[in-house]
């Protein structure tokens, strides 16, 4: 696949944060010759349909599901049989050129290391698109994403389904209320990874399996022979094709402080962690950012722990109560109160719960405008409705950004000073070699 020229439409080629922004599309929408009114279906084409892809095609089973596209034939059977009208293709760059009048929208449920190609490949040819987070690999890949979703004007959509419940709502309307304070700490944890890191590369060579074409796989990432050590699950802790645990569950977690805070760009960042190599993420590390003032918001520090590592105990929290385990949670620090969170910001609660049983007493008002769920969300986006509020140019974008450059920190070992306009670390200048990545011969953006 690396000698495979790419066909005529691939790969053509700052945003901050609006949290409470939505954009209204016009109710009929023109895609490739097709008009198409809210009530009806959109023909769909899925890039990537085993693992989480499974979710996300039958998310949308409500519109038409034209193409399915995955390059392990294994891994998409069940989808393949579920939607037996749909056409395959391993390679979906092929698809969408065969397929361009025929598609209105796709969903990308890939490795992290071909989001930003499928996706962008997807929005130049005017399709809407849904796509797993992280949004991109890299932080360049994030802004260059989002600047072509709003040249194109389509609808899109990040897989952050925390986004869409009522958990951030609240915490944006909690702040809005003054129920904090100032807020000038926030913390998040997780235990992952839960797959291997802190490793090298294997140098045993196994036969490729039979139905996955291992070079479609590799995509833009450097050559390299098949292992079982990469797919299909454990390809997220080595940097050529996944993010870590910042990857895997830091878009979910700082999803409801980014939003709430509008924190936009740190100003630095830095990390500790056992010694990286260049194959894979640490099996733990701990990543601080430093936000400046934002309005009358007052400077923010921000902490992720991964590995299972946990802050200290909040002041304020019962001692009889501990901090949520599993895949992890948060806290938001404020001069009056402390929220208290599970990873997607599920059931918030101010603590002690005395403290949150008074407050309620005076309960604020529902400000944000309530999502009717991740999919539905989106399919709404897609026939003119108001944009998603995880769209890739207003939010989902500027939060990948973020996420991804904890990952600088980790791999450098150094403190950074982050110019976050111009995409660039300002005393390390060898940092800057993570911030966009060299494509394979073939592929490109």
């Not at 700490?185 to 997780?190: A, G, I, M, Q």
């Not at 839960?194 to 479609?216: A, E, F, H, M, S």
């Not at 997220?236 to 509008?262: E, N, Q, S, V, Y």
Request: hydrophobic share 40%; glycine share 10%.
């Amino acid at each position: 696949m690396s000698n495979r020229q790419i066909t005529r439409r691939s790969f053509l080629g700052g945003t901050a944060a609006s949290a409470f922004a939505f954009t209204v599309l016009p109710g009929c929408i023109v895609r490739k010759g097709r008009r198409l009114a809210p009530s009806d279906r959109l023909n769909i084409a899925s890039i990537g349909v085993g693992g989480k892809g499974t979710s996300d095609v039958r998310g949308v089973a409500s519109e038409n599901i034209v193409a399915l596209c995955d390059v392990d034939w294994s891994r998409g059977a069940g989808n393949f049989k579920k939607f037996p009208k749909a056409r395959k293709f391993k390679d979906f760059r092929v698809m969408l050129d065969a397929m361009d009048k025929e598609i209105d929208a796709v969903t990308v449920s890939t490795p992290d290391h071909v989001h930003a190609p499928a996706s962008m490949m997807a929005i130049k040819m005017g399709k809407h698109v849904f796509c797993q987070k992280p949004m991109t690999h890299s932080i360049y890949e994030a802004r260059m994403v989002a600047k072509a979703a709003r040249k194109h004007k389509v609808a899109t959509m990040v897989g952050i389904q925390g986004h869409c419940n009522e958990g951030p709502r609240l915490v944006c309307e909690w702040l809005k209320a003054g129920w904090l304070g100032q807020v000038r700490e926030v913390h998040y944890w997780t235990n992952r990874p839960i797959w291997p890191q802190g490793i090298g590369r294997p140098t045993d060579t196994p036969p490729v399996p039979k139905t996955l074409d291992w070079d479609l796989w590799l995509g833009p990432a450097p050559k390299r022979p098949y292992h079982p050590a990469y797919a299909p699950f454990k390809w997220r802790g080595w940097w050529d094709f996944g993010c870590g645990a910042l990857g895997d569950i830091g878009c979910h977690a700082m999803d409801a402080a980014f939003w709430a805070l509008k924190l936009g760009h740190p100003t630095s960042v830095e990390a500790v962690s056992p010694p990286v190599n260049d194959e894979t993420a640490p099996k733990w590390s701990i990543v601080t950012y430093q936000f400046p003032a934002r309005g009358n918001m007052a400077p923010v520090k921000v902490v992720w722990h991964d590995g299972d590592k946990k802050p200290p105990r909040p002041k304020d929290l019962e001692k009889d109560r501990n901090l949520p385990g599993g895949i992890g949670g948060q806290l938001l620090i404020g001069d009056k109160a402390t929220i208290l969170a599970g990873t997607y910001c599920r059931s918030p609660r101010v603590v002690p719960e005395t403290k949150m049983r008074d407050l309620l007493k005076t309960k604020p008002p529902k400000s944000i405008p309530r999502s009717p769920g991740i999919y539905a969300e989106w399919l709404r986006a897609c026939k003119g409705g108001p944009a998603c509020g995880a769209n890739f140019v207003d939010f989902a974008g500027p939060l990948t950004e973020m996420v991804l450059l904890g990952n600088l920190a980790v791999r450098t070992a150094k403190k950074l000073e982050w110019d976050g306009e111009h995409m660039r670390v300002t005393n390390v200048p060898e940092a800057n070699q993570f911030v966009r990545r060299e494509y394979r011969k073939g592929w490109t953006l």
